[in-house]
């Protein structure tokens, strides 16, 4: 019986307009633009004003993704959006708040990966499709910690900003998604948390004023994390997939500081122009870094029908996750109509 794939066929992205520079938030904590950049490589990146919700970016992104895909949201159903930075603390969920934003008439639901919530999001729609469960699914990732990183905190303030990213997938008899490899190892939670706000401990003005309701990091620990687990899942990915590294077209790594980007270029062997990197403008978006990225790469006129493209991330949890997608989408200039 041949198999059904889960193929790319649409993509789209979106950012919110305010710029927050380094220049910006050299006055906000005591850190310079020389600093941020040489540890991360981060110059700028945005942030959504006191009007917008994670749900706004999210449909934005879907918007485009849907019609670079040539579909309307009737053709949606099924719609899974990777967030850890939820409109709501419990509920209503964040996909709830797009499918109506969209007028999707499909089920909706949200995954926690944190920074891998992309990819985890990305192997529920593609095993949905490969199932027979569903012919057409929408897949975002989407994060404002922004509203959540302590800008007293100089170590985590200057990594993240906001954003979207939404794929769209449908049923396919050539290739697509050809493999995804999911990790999480919880003995390493408390390297990357808010520690407030939760069942375990609920704000309390105490909290509060200690700053447990902001995002914690132990930053070194996460960096080495990140170096380990990026390589090994690619390789997995890859190899589950009947590839090896030197197909890959693309390398596309959560986009969480240029140094981990090297580093993982290195121990990959992979040339540095195959190592797809825009965390110098956007910084760290969380579970939009990914789709971002891809967008950014598609709508650039770089990604080829038949290019093979890895997508790898890892977070908080802490989780990781490598997807590896036979591109089949023609350039923007004939398939998609980005704004
Ligand atoms: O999506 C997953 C999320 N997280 C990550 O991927 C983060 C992974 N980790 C990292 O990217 C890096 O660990 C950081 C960029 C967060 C930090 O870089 P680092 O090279 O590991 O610096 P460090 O934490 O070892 O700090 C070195 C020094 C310290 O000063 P002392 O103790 O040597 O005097 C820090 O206090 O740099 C200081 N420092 C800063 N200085 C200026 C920390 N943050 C800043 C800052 N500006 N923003």
Same mark, same amino acid.
């Given at each position: ?75 949606? %159903? ?31 639901? %949200? ?78 939670? %408390? ?20 700053? =447990?309701?902001?995002? =914690? ?89 038949? %290019? ?32």
């Amino acid at each position: 019986m041949t198999r059904r794939n889960a193929a790319i066929i649409g993509v789209g992205s979106y950012l919110p307009e305010r710029v927050l520079s380094n220049a910006d938030l050299e006055r906000m904590v005591e850190t310079n633009d020389e600093w941020i950049v040489s540890r991360t490589g981060i110059r700028e990146r945005r942030m959504g004003d006191e009007s917008m919700a994670t749900s706004d970016l999210a449909a934005r992104a879907a918007e485009r993704a849907i019609r670079s895909a040539g579909l309307s949201p009737s053709d949606i %159903d099924l719609l899974v959006v990777g967030t850890s930075s939820p409109d709501h603390a419990l509920f209503p969920s964040t996909a709830c708040l797009v499918q109506a934003k969209l007028g999707l008439g499909c089920a909706a639901f %949200d995954v926690n990966a944190a920074c891998t919530g992309f990819v985890y999001a990305l192997q529920v729609g593609a095993s949905a499709i490969e199932s027979l469960r569903a012919e057409t699914v929408l897949v975002i990732g989407a994060d404002m910690l922004t509203r959540h990183v302590d800008f007293k905190d100089r170590s985590t303030c200057i990594l993240f900003g906001d954003g979207a990213g939404a794929v769209v997938l449908r049923a396919a008899v050539e290739p697509g998604v050809e493999s995804i490899v999911l990790g999480s190892d919880g003995t390493g939670a %408390d390297l990357l948390k808010v520690p407030a706000g939760g069942t375990a401990a609920p704000c309390t003005v105490e909290r509060i004023n200690e700053r =447990q309701q902001y995002v =914690q990091m132990q930053g070194n620990d996460v960096f080495k994390f990140a170096v380990r687990v990026i390589p090994k899942a690619t390789v997995q990915a890859l190899t589950a997939s009947g590839h090896s590294v030197e197909d890959l077209a693309w390398l596309i790594p959560h986009q969480a500081n240029q140094r981990i980007l090297n580093t993982v270029e290195e121990r990959l062997g992979i040339d540095h122009d195959r190592v797809f990197s825009n965390v110098e403008k956007v910084g760290n978006t969380s579970a939009a870094s990914i789709p971002l990225a891809l967008d950014d790469l598609y709508t650039s006129g770089r990604l080829q029908p038949g %290019d093979l493209v890895a997508l790898v991330g890892f977070g908080a949890g802490l989780t990781w996750g490598a997807a590896v997608v036979r591109w089949t989408m023609t350039g923007p200039e004939q398939g998609g109509l980005p704004e």
